[in-house]
Nanobody
Framework: VQLQASGGGLVQPGGSLRLSCTVFQSTFSMDATAWFRQTPGKDREFVAAISWSGETIEYADLAKGRFTISRDNRRNTVDLQMNGVQAEDTAVYYC???????????????WGQGTQVTVSS
């Protein structure tokens, strides 16, 4: 199983960014996919997760009202639309694949390499 995160970059405060995670696996249809983020010296932090059907979605409080997670099963991608970003959103964002939607990182067995998001003027 491989996951590839992309879409990170430099964005100004208040701006938007769309991250994408491509999941390369034959059992993509059985998995939940999540986004986590991490900054140096801090624990990995849950952002959002979505089930294969899209019917179950969870957001961390930090993401509610600003971020939207979605998936396209035809393309095997899970996107994170980030709006109204602030400096505290600066982090490396990771996508992860697991069997159930959860806000706990150890529930996800497979992880992508991460993509850097930097919010700065």
């Amino acid at each position: 199983v491989q996951l590839q995160a992309s879409g990170g970059g430099l964005v100004q405060p208040g701006g938007s960014l769309r991250l994408s995670c491509t999941v390369f696996q034959s059992t993509f249809s059985m998995d939940a996919t999540a986004w986590f983020r991490q900054t140096p010296g801090k624990d990995r932090e849950f952002v959002a997760a979505i089930s294969w059907s899209g019917e179950t979605i969870e957001y961390a409080d930090l993401a509610k009202g600003r971020f939207t997670i979605s998936r396209d099963n035809r393309r095997n991608t899970v996107d994170l639309q980030m709006n109204g970003v602030q400096a505290e959103d600066t982090a490396v964002y990771y996508c992860a694949s697991g069997t159930v939607v959860s806000d706990v990182d150890f529930m996800y067995r497979y992880w992508g390499q991460g993509t850097q998001v930097t919010v700065s003027s």
